[in-house]
């Protein structure tokens, strides 16, 4: 399909370099266009690129009133060579349609989300910021539009990308571990539900708990199963951690456990980092005792935005505190960001296809 460019007039876009000068925040920055496709009578047509502006959306929308609604999130990188990179896109474009599919979705062919998204990125290239670990934030997603109060999947759909630039997740570097709270009274996603697609149903499910995390002293939960037995994962993260011999564990995926490219990644990297990363059932038990006993070494949360977020302290409902290690950041989760972060942005050699340049089209 022909991607048709109606472009805001140059005058009106960003002109010169963007060169913040405080670190940006992350997700709040907008650039000049978006990619937009719609879908009716079975086919995807009219694919875009528009200048940034609202939806009119019919009040009685499917997405608007049962959250028929999905979406993706991926991160471009400029390189010592002055060219934008996209990280991974084609693993997004793909897990797009497989959460398509579990809320009731049409498929988009992900060779057109891959040229929409590089196409709005050279568009709006003026707009990557030029700033020690910043990135463009890639957000695409895709919503029921159809006029109906019924709750059946929608006949209609619109398929959009947005881009926000954003600063380094950590300005200061990956100092501060965060805290999770480990609690049976909430649970994500259950077997046979949504818990493994990018919904926003789910993480309008999620709110409460991450509020309620956050008045604990967390910045969220991490979740376990709906037998309360093993872990599952952080919301917005997959979770890990370390032993004693440096073996990376993330739990095994499962129905209700996301699929996160960040540790779909760390486990093709096996061999660059030079340890085992595998995957297991992981008992919140046999978790708490090896952190006890000293047989895990690190722990913290694998995904797009933070990439590694190290834990430094589970809080557990009764207000205790369970120190991982001394507390800080240890070396693996520290040895695995900056691998990961070399290759993003071209300065470790990268698997092949993992990094896709903005050509200027
Ligand atoms: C997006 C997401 C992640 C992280 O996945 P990445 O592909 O690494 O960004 C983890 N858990 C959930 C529930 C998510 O929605």
Same mark, same amino acid.
């Given at each position: 399909?022909?991607?048709?460019?109606?472009?805001?007039?140059?005058?009106?876009?960003?002109?010169?370099?963007?060169?913040?000068?405080?670190?940006?925040?992350?997700?709040?920055?907008?650039?000049?266009?978006?990619? &937009?496709?719609?879908?009716?009578?079975?086919?995807?047509?009219?694919?875009?690129?528009?200048?940034?502006? +609202?939806?009119?959306?019919?009040?009685?929308?499917?997405? /608007?009133?049962? =959250?028929?609604?999905?979406?993706?999130?991926?991160?471009?990188?400029?390189?010592?060579?002055?060219?934008?990179? =996209?990280?991974?896109?084609?693993?997004?474009?793909?897990?797009?349609?497989?959460?398509?599919?579990?809320?009731?979705?049409?498929?988009?062919?992900?060779? /057109?989300?891959?040229?929409?998204?590089? !196409?709005?990125?050279?568009?709006? !290239?003026?707009?990557?910021?030029?700033?020690?670990?910043?990135?463009?934030?890639?957000?695409?997603?895709?919503?029921?539009?159809?006029?109906?109060?019924?709750?059946?999947?929608?006949?209609?759909?619109?398929?959009?990308?947005?881009?926000?630039?954003?600063?380094?997740?950590?300005?200061?570097?990956?100092?501060?571990? &965060?805290? /999770?709270?480990?609690?049976?009274?909430?649970?994500?996603?259950?077997? $046979? *539900?949504? *818990?493994?697609?990018?919904?926003?149903? +789910?993480?309008?499910?999620?709110?409460?708990a991450g509020e309620y995390a956050y008045s604990k002293g967390a910045s969220q939960v991490l979740y376990l199963d709906c037998t309360n037995t093993y872990i599952e994962e952080c919301g917005a993260m +997959?979770?890990?951690?370390?032993?004693?011999?440096?073996? &990376?564990?993330?739990?095994?995926?499962?129905? =209700?456990?996301? #699929?996160?490219?960040?540790?779909?990644?760390?486990i093709e990297l096996e061999k660059e980092l030079g340890r085992k990363v595998i995957q297991q059932r992981i008992k919140i038990d046999?978790?708490?005792? $090896?952190?006890?006993?000293?047989?895990?070494?690190?722990?913290?949360?694998?995904?797009?935005?933070?990439?590694?977020?190290?834990? *430094?302290?589970?809080?557990?409902?009764?207000?205790?505190? /369970?120190?991982?290690?001394? $507390?800080?950041? *240890?070396?693996?989760?520290?040895?695995?960001?900056?691998?990961?972060?070399?290759?993003?942005?071209?300065? &470790?050699?990268?698997?092949?296809?993992?990094?896709?340049?903005?050509? #200027?089209?």
């Open positions: 399909m022909k991607i048709e460019l109606k472009l805001k007039p140059q005058s009106e876009r960003r002109q010169d370099v963007f060169k913040p000068e405080k670190p940006l925040p992350f997700g709040q920055l907008r650039t000049d266009h978006m990619f &937009v496709v719609d879908y009716a009578d079975g086919v995807w047509k009219e694919a875009r690129i528009v200048p940034y502006a +609202n939806f009119s959306i019919a009040p009685g929308a499917t997405a /608007l009133h049962y =959250s028929q609604e999905i979406f993706e999130g991926a991160k471009a990188f400029m390189h010592p060579d002055g060219e934008i990179y =996209s990280f991974r896109i084609d693993k997004n474009a793909k897990r797009m349609n497989i959460s398509a599919e579990t809320v009731c979705m049409p498929k988009i062919d992900e060779d /057109l989300q891959i040229e929409g998204i590089q !196409r709005l990125i050279d568009v709006d !290239r003026k707009w990557f910021p030029i700033q020690e670990g910043a990135s463009l934030y890639i957000r695409p997603f895709m919503f029921g539009t159809e006029d109906m109060l019924g709750v059946k999947p929608s006949k209609t759909f619109t398929y959009a990308v947005i881009l926000s630039p954003s600063g380094p997740y950590y300005p200061k570097g990956i100092t501060e571990p &965060v805290k /999770l709270l480990i609690s049976d009274r909430f649970h994500r996603a259950a077997p $046979g *539900g949504t *818990g493994s697609s990018k919904t926003g149903g +789910n993480y309008a499910a999620s709110l409460r +997959n979770h890990y951690h370390v032993m004693k011999d440096g073996t &990376v564990v993330i739990p095994e995926f499962t129905e =209700s456990i996301l #699929r996160a490219i960040t540790s779909e990644s760390v046999d978790f708490i005792k $090896g952190i006890e006993n000293g047989d895990i070494t690190e722990a913290g949360g694998f995904g797009t935005a933070a990439v590694v977020s190290p834990v *430094g302290t589970y809080i557990f409902e009764d207000g205790r505190e /369970l120190k991982v290690g001394d $507390g800080r950041i *240890g070396s693996v989760s520290k040895s695995i960001y900056e691998y990961y972060t070399g290759i993003q942005t071209g300065r &470790v050699k990268a698997p092949a296809g993992w990094l896709r340049k903005v050509e #200027r089209y």
